[in-house]
């Protein structure tokens, strides 16, 4: 019996629905108890007693790997398409074939995203929180239709995004590296981060994060950016220095946040974001719907599946 440990979090959360497709396979899976990620201590602790491995946001390091190596791990799949948590150059050179699943969710993540966006502009937080208190607030927001979007990162997600912001009316400035022009039919304006970030009335982080982009949203940055713009962050936390963030939103720079990922996950119950009335959270959730994740699940399934059956 080939043993499987999934610890991502969106499959766990369905995985009675691959309970035939396990049986078909011959797999034991061993369903992880796990909020957002288990701890690299862990890991290590359980990830040799595996013969596969389905990663979500763990701390997959070097050690964890070697620990799974001198064990019974042959293979692993990232489900999703981040993997900043992964360390695959420790895969090559303890030879663990490794893949991550991507594409699989880009209008899954950027429907998230639009609606952080119009949540900012129209204060539907605000509101919302209000009625649950007795109060009838009718604050009067902002219409997106003719303000501009600079929207990082123009993969999967933020093509998707920058198509929903389109259909708003907006006007979108994408920055991306690896980006020399936008797919046909999308009409939007390339610029390299972070110029023209002062024409933004939102700024929508869609990206991977790497070595070049952490903390690509600084307190410099921030203070060439619009007054009161609004941040929108449905990729990674660290993208975003959030001690900057936190500043720009107490002094008024930035009008209010959305944020689906932070820094560190769960969000710490000391963080001063907690406090922060103008803010709408997530739970690193954006991808998280049936649809979107049965297509990424039976992607990592079959890919696991190949790289089990090849050794």
């Given at each position: 019996?080939?043993?499987?440990?999934?610890?991502?979090?969106?499959?766990?959360?369905?995985?009675?629905?691959?309970?035939?497709?396990?049986?078909?396979?011959?797999?034991?899976?061993?369903?992880?108890?796990?909020?957002?990620?288990?701890?690299?201590?862990?890991?290590?602790?359980?990830?040799?007693?595996?013969?596969?491995?389905?990663?979500?946001?763990?701390?997959?390091t070097?050690?964890?790997f070697?620990?799974?190596?001198?064990?019974?791990?042959?293979?692993?799949?990232?489900?999703?398409?981040?993997?900043?948590?992964?360390?695959?150059?420790?895969?090559?050179?303890?030879?663990?074939?490794?893949?991550?699943?991507?594409?699989?969710?880009?209008?899954?993540?950027?429907?998230?995203?639009?609606?952080?966006l119009?949540?900012?502009?129209?204060?539907?937080?605000?509101?919302?929180?209000?009625?649950?208190?007795?109060?009838?607030?009718?604050?009067?927001?902002?219409?997106?239709?003719?303000?501009?979007?600079?929207?990082?990162?123009?993969?999967?997600?933020?093509?998707?995004?920058?198509?929903?912001?389109?259909?708003?009316?907006?006007?979108?400035i994408?920055?991306?590296p690896?980006?020399?022009?936008?797919?046909?039919?999308?009409?939007?304006?390339?610029?390299?981060?972070?110029?023209?970030?002062?024409?933004?009335?939102?700024?929508?982080?869609?990206?991977?994060?790497?070595?070049?982009?952490f903390?690509?949203?600084?307190?410099?940055?921030?203070?060439?950016?619009?007054?009161?713009?609004?941040?929108?962050?449905?990729?990674?936390?660290?993208?975003?220095?959030?001690?900057?963030?936190?500043?720009?939103?107490?002094?008024?720079?930035?009008?209010?946040?959305?944020?689906?990922?932070?820094?560190?996950?769960?969000?710490?119950?000391?963080?001063?974001?907690?406090?922060?009335?103008?803010?709408?959270?997530?739970?690193?959730?954006?991808?998280?719907?049936?649809?979107?994740?049965?297509?990424?699940?039976?992607?990592?399934?079959?890919?696991?599946?190949?790289?089990?059956?090849?050794?």
């Amino acid at each position: 019996m080939t043993k499987v440990l999934v610890t991502c979090p969106p499959m766990l959360g369905q995985i009675g629905l691959f309970a035939d497709r396990f049986a078909q396979l011959g797999w034991e899976v061993t369903a992880a108890k796990v909020v957002q990620i288990l701890s690299e201590d862990e890991l290590i602790a359980t990830v040799p007693d595996y013969d596969g491995w389905i990663i979500g946001d763990d701390p997959a390091t070097a050690a964890v790997f070697a620990a799974g190596k001198a064990g019974k791990l042959r293979a692993a799949v990232k489900w999703g398409i981040g993997v900043d948590n992964v360390d695959f150059a420790a895969c090559r050179e303890l030879d663990i074939p490794i893949i991550n699943t991507p594409n699989m969710f880009g209008a899954e993540v950027a429907d998230i995203g639009i609606c952080y966006l119009i949540g900012l502009a129209r204060e539907t937080f605000a509101i919302d929180r209000a009625i649950r208190n007795g109060d009838w607030l009718k604050p009067a927001g902002i219409s997106p239709a003719g303000r501009t979007l600079g929207l990082i990162g123009l993969g999967d997600i933020g093509t998707n995004f920058a198509r929903r912001a389109l259909a708003c009316g907006m006007r979108v400035i994408a920055y991306d590296p690896g980006v020399t022009a936008p797919p046909s039919g999308l009409d939007v304006e390339m610029a390299v981060w972070p110029n023209r970030v002062d024409e933004a009335d939102f700024l929508g982080f869609t990206c991977a994060l790497n070595a070049h982009n952490f903390h690509m949203l600084n307190a410099d940055v921030l203070a060439s950016a619009k007054d009161g713009v609004r941040i929108i962050n449905v990729a990674r936390g660290p993208l975003i220095d959030e001690a900057a963030l936190i500043a720009a939103l107490q002094s008024g720079k930035v009008h209010s946040a959305a944020l689906d990922v932070f820094e560190v996950e769960p969000l710490p119950t000391h963080s001063p974001l907690r406090a922060m009335d103008r803010c709408i959270f997530g739970s690193h959730n954006g991808s998280n719907s049936v649809d979107a994740v049965i297509r990424a699940s039976h992607r990592a399934i079959e890919a696991l599946d190949g790289f089990l059956t090849r050794r």
